[in-house]
Every structure is written in C-alpha cells, then in structure tokens.
C-alpha cells in the first residue's frame, strides 16, 4: 500500500486565517507513518517554521498543483480557477451538493482530471454526524458579531483576534436585546448561544420542534435573529421579502451562519450575496431599518481556536484514510452529486486509495 502522502495547501482566499491541521497534529501524523507537504502561506495562523520543526516538508503556495498523482490534497475553502482539470483527490468543504452557484462547474472539473472531491462536510459517522466542523465557532462569531452591531459597537473592517478579546468586547457592551437562536440544540446553536451568554443575552431557542410549524410573528417579535440550521433538503422559508415589510416588525439584525445563498435549501432567501469582512453588514430594509451579517467564512476570525479544535477531530479520521468508512461515505456522495448531474467521472474518480 502507498504511504498516505497529505499535501496542505494554501488557502487563496485573504481572509482564511485557519488550517484544517495544526503543527502538533501533523507531527502525529508523521510519527503514524504519514508523509506530509505544507505550502508556504503567510496568511496561515500557524508559521511555516512550526510546520518544519514538526518533520513537515514544505513547498510553494500553489504547487499541489504540480504534486505526485498520489498526494491528497488538503485544504478548507474554494479552489482557485484553474487548473480546469483536477487530478488529484482533495479534502475541503466544495459547496457542490446542494445546487450552489458553481457546483457543477467544479464536479465537471474533478470528472475531466480524473480527480475526486472528498467534502469535509459530508465526513460522518454511521448515523450520519459530522465528524469534523467549524460549527461551534461560525455560531459563536455570527452571534458575536450580530449583538455588537446591535449594540452599536462593532468595529470595522474586521480582524482576526482571540477567544478571550472577543469575551472582553461582548461583556463590555451594554443594551437590552431580545434575542432568537435558530438550530439552538445544534454545534452552531451552542457556539450562539455561548457568545450571547458572553453579552449578557439570554436568547429565545429554537430548534427542530419550532421550526417544524414556525410561529412566523414570533420570530419578527424578537429584535436580532441568529440562525444556524443547516438542512439537506428544500423546506419553507423561514423569512421572505413579504415577512421584511411587515409594518410591526422588530427585527432590527440578522446573523446567516449557515450562508445557503443560492441553493435551494436556503432558509433565508431575503439577501442574494454574502458579506465581508471589510463590509460585514448589509442593509436589507430601511423603514424600519434591518440588517444582515452573512460571512461564510466566520471561524477565521478565531483562526487559532478553531483550526486547533477542528484539526483535533480531523486527525483520528486522517490517520484512518481508507475506501471504507467515514471517506467511502464522502466518495459515495461525490459519486451522486455527478451522478445527479450525469457527469462522468474520470479512472480515478471510482477509488480512494492508489494501490
């Protein structure tokens, strides 16, 4: 069998901060037998010299794109344009399944090479529970970010800072704020609720029980939204364009955590377009006002914090990387969304390891 070659990548994107393995992790790896390169990425919270000293090799930004054929490539968000055609297997979070705007445009691109997209977010267990994730975090900072908004406190454009920074900004913000959680029970829902804790905000949670029948006045009852569901099929709409006209509205801020733009499981398909860092805040209404934070990258504000807890889930599954299990489920996935699209996929589409 082929040692298990891991090729972290750069993350093109400026404001990705984070890195799916940490420097302690990936001595593991090494100490396991694993072979690893990691490109040179100024922006990455961890130094390149941390990834040297713990037995890493270390290459350019951008040469996976030239690695061994049986290198599998690792990284966090979208790939740069080209190459148009994508041999290798690659381990990031594709946004390909569920109708997003590109999706098939990149499917196309892994069929063409021959390569495979193994989407962290579908790496889960037997009952189907993700196995490694931001959640936690990206709920923290989309309701962080929301209550010192609301408050009137919230410093742009935004920079990445510290757990403990965070925590001194929100408990030194001050005004009252009826608060609703959305996903309340999930990772996301906990990291939301934690952060408004931090504020002194004891929101209002809901979960798969509210939403099945959602008390739409309610929810325009409450003066900042944070919303964490995630869903895998077409459900109604929590908020439409109508509901934001509403005369007796409250609603004041909106936090997207889930960031579903363009795909027809969104739950929120008021705003067409993210935001970012340096605009985290977009008006959707004027009278009265209503405003939406939608950045689909939150956890990178926290780059240290997150990439060390996400890594630390990540490395059991990595250190198992085989056909079945948790990576066959990922590679089945793949297999459908091209399936759905009929796509055809290349020689090394149909396999997870080189033998």
């Given amino acids: 069998m082929t040692q298990l070659h891991l090729w972290l990548r750069h993350e093109t994107r400026t404001t990705e901060r984070r890195t799916p393995i940490v420097p302690s992790d990936a001595r593991g790896l090494i100490e396991s037998g694993v072979s690893i390169t990691v490109e040179d990425s100024p922006q990455r919270i961890f130094p ?16 996976w794109v030239s690695a061994p054929p049986h290198a599998v490539i690792v990284g966090l968000k979208e790939l740069p344009d080209e190459p148009a055609e994508l041999t290798h297997r690659h381990v990031f979070f594709g946004h390909a399944y569920k109708g ?44 962080a970010l929301a209550v010192l908004h609301h408050r009137g406190v919230l410093a742009t454009p935004l920079v990445p800072t510290t757990k403990e920074a965070m925590e001194a900004e929100l ?9 609703l959680v959305i996903g309340a029970l999930g990772r996301s ?16 949670c809901w979960d798969l029980a509210e939403t099945r029948a959602l008390d739409r006045p ?23 364009d109508k509901d934001l006209d509403e005369p007796d509205r409250r609603l004041r801020t909106i936090s997207d955590v889930t960031v579903d733009v363009g795909s027809p499981m969104n739950v929120l398909p008021i705003y067409d377009t993210t935001t ?7 008006r959707l209404r004027e009278h009265p006002p209503l405003d939406v934070i939608a950045i689909d990258n939150l956890p990178s504000l926290l780059p240290r914090e997150a990439s060390t807890d996400f ?41 997870l390891s080189d033998d």
């Fill in 48 to 63: 390149l010299e941390e990834y040297e000293d713990a037995g890493c090799r270390v290459a350019e930004a951008g040469s």
């Fill in 100 to 143: 997003q705007p590109g999706a098939e445009a990149l499917l196309r691109r892994f069929a063409g090479g021959g390569g495979v997209l193994l989407d962290l977010e579908y790496l889960v267990d037997d009952q189907g529970r993700r196995l490694a994730a931001f959640g936690f975090w990206a709920g923290y900072l989309g309701a």
């Fill in 171 to 179: 408990r030194a913000s001050r005004g009252d704020v009826s608060a």
């Fill in 189 to 204: 829902g906990r990291g939301a609720r934690a952060a408004l804790g931090e504020a002194g905000v004891e929101p209002t």
């Fill in 218 to 240: 309610a929810l325009l009852a409450h003066e900042l939204m944070v919303n964490t569901v995630l869903t895998t099929s077409p459900v109604p709409p929590f908020l439409t």
């Fill in 276 to 282: 970012e860092w340096d605009h985290p805040v977009r």
């Fill in 311 to 351: 890594s630390a889930a990540l490395l059991p599954q990595l250190s198992a990387f085989e056909t079945g299990g948790p990576w066959g489920r990922c590679l089945d996935r793949f297999r459908q969304a091209c399936s759905e699209l009929s796509i055809e996929l290349g020689i090394m589409g149909g396999e």
